[in-house]
């Protein structure tokens, strides 16, 4: 029913920047909150940044400062801006999106199936 698809990881140094982005798709009625998460090995994943409908935006303690993230409803959209990366941020990033889709009239959990960030030090 719904799609979400990230794009934009890479190998990148420290220092260095990055966008992903998340385009969702199919029967969408309306987006509430949309997020990124990522996860590392051996680690659970992890709740990075979120961005209601709204606009209002939360970010884990380790990001703040360095990392942005925003959305474009005209095109279902999420985006994150990684600024100055540390090694740290290595993961598999995910995208979320609580949906509503023309079908039913629920909330449902959507997830993308991730895009790796590497970042080498």
């Known amino acids: 029913q719904v799609q979400l698809v990230e794009s934009g990881g890479a190998l990148v140094q420290a220092g260095g920047s990055l966008r992903l982005s998340c385009a969702a798709s199919?029967?969408?009625?309306?987006?509430?909150?949309l997020s990124w998460y990522r996860q590392a090995p051996g680690k659970q994943r992890e709740l990075v940044a979120a961005?209601?409908?709204?606009?209002?935006?939360h970010y884990d303690d380790s990001v703040k400062g360095r990392f942005t993230i925003s959305r474009d409803d005209a095109k279902n959209t999420v985006y994150l801006q990684m600024n100055s990366l540390k090694p740290e941020d290595t993961a598999v990033y995910y995208c979320?999106?609580?949906?509503?889709?023309?079908?039913?009239?629920?909330?449902?959990?959507?997830w993308g199936q991730g895009t790796q960030v590497t970042v080498s030090s």
């Open positions: 979320k999106g609580v949906v509503v889709t023309t079908q039913d009239p629920e909330l449902h959990d959507y």
């Open positions: 199919g029967s969408i009625y309306s987006i509430n909150t």
């Open positions: 961005i209601a409908s709204g606009g209002s935006t």
